[in-house]
């Protein structure tokens, strides 16, 4: 069944309407001149995530394992009953979201690596965030996904994004240094995940009969992804950093597989040579590709006032670039990288605030939480 399913999925490739070729994006400089001021706000202890809450307030995750509740002003609640993380290399304490229901639900949901052997395993969990004065803590924790089996290196990917109805939580899950299994449909590693907000299985998942990892997989094929929005036309975009080469934004489409690790426009870290999208047209290909790469984290589309040209705009924050991109759309599908700002540290995170703003976080210790306005001068 399965092989009759991959079959049925390359003629469906094959046949449908290409959305143009991919467009190289790398080889640029990042400008030193900005149209905005970034002002500081806080500083953490490495940084990963940051999510507004509707009053606009934040969270904001630290990879070695704790959260914190932030005002605007910057001042820090720590946040407690944080599960336990493995946090080494790439791993820890990773993104958080809130809920789409929040207002009645209260709940957050928080991605991490958790404890186990052969390098942890990555967990999806879902708790109430319970706050009084000067206090907020999680309650009511659910694991609702884990990953099986456990193990694996680095690279966990664990990005959260709602669709625009609320109704699904989609989730990305890196291949943990272990290629091959991306292209595994038993094993939850190079996938893009579609879960009920419970983490069940949606019943209209390409899949769901099949059941298991099959069964809640969106798409298949990737290396490390760090970046899932969706865009204000409801189109779903991931980034996933490449290996030597090779970092991706693709268009995210249903039951698509979008071939790591037996096509890439990167090379292997050996320097061996690993055959390009255009050689095997049954995968999907990245709509932009960045070679040299910028190490992409984080992904947030623009729709806010303070800057109104940016409108529709996304933005990716840079880690090995030490910039913040700014990306642009086009009515058919394509895209192009309009502007890179040299931002003088590696960028982890960014999100756009109730106010307007741009927020972005940096990837280190101290790393700073940076509120960004436009420049009036």
Do not use: C
Request: net charge negative; hydrophobic share 40%; glycine share 12%.
């Amino acid at each position: 069944m399965k092989r009759l399913m991959a079959t049925a999925a390359i003629l469906v490739a094959l046949l449908g309407s290409a959305h143009g070729e991919s467009v190289l994006v790398g080889d640029r400089e990042a400008s030193a001149t900005k149209p905005f001021v970034a002002k500081e706000v806080a500083s953490f202890d490495t940084p990963w995530a940051l999510a507004f809450l509707p009053d606009g307030n934040m969270l904001v995750t630290e990879k070695p394992g704790k959260i914190f509740l932030v005002t605007r002003n910057g001042r820090k609640t720590a946040v407690s009953n944080v599960p336990d993380v493995a946090a080494s290399g790439q791993n820890g304490l990773l993104d958080i979201a809130v809920s789409p229901n929040f207002r009645s639900d209260g709940k957050v949901y928080v991605t991490f690596v958790q404890p186990s052997e052969g390098g942890g395993r990555l967990v999806l969990i879902r708790a109430t965030l319970a706050t009084s004065p000067n206090k907020a803590a999680l309650d009511e924790i659910e694991t609702i996904w884990q990953q099986t089996p456990a193990g694996g290196g680095g690279q966990p990917g664990g990005i959260i994004a709602f669709d625009p109805k609320g109704e699904h939580l989609f989730l990305t899950v890196g291949d943990r240094m272990r290629p091959k299994t991306a292209q595994d449909p038993d094993q939850a590693r190079g996938k893009l995940l579609r879960l009920n907000l419970d983490g069940s299985t949606p019943a209209d998942n390409p899949h769901a009969s099949e059941g298991g990892v099959l069964g809640q997989t969106w798409t298949t094929g990737h290396r490390n992804p760090y970046g899932l929005a969706f865009a204000p036309d409801g189109t779903l975009w991931l980034h996933e950093m490449g290996p030597r080469g090779g970092d991706e934004l693709n268009r995210i489409e249903p039951d698509r597989n979008y071939g790591w690790p037996i096509v890439s426009n990167g090379d292997n870290y050996s320097g061996t040579s690993i055959p390009r999208h255009a050689t095997r047209p049954e995968f999907a290909a990245p709509v932009l590709y960045w070679n040299p790469v910028i190490a992409p984290a984080g992904l947030a589309f623009y729709e806010g006032s303070l800057f109104p040209d940016w409108r529709g705009s996304a933005f990716i924050g840079g880690l090995a670039a030490s910039a913040l991109v700014r990306v642009t759309f086009d009515e058919a599908g394509g895209a192009s990288e309009a502007d890179r700002w040299d931002m003088g540290a590696r960028i982890r995170d960014v999100a756009v605030g109730p106010d307007g703003a741009l927020w972005v976080i940096e990837d280190d210790d101290p790393g700073r939480l940076l509120r960004l306005t436009p420049d009036k001068g």
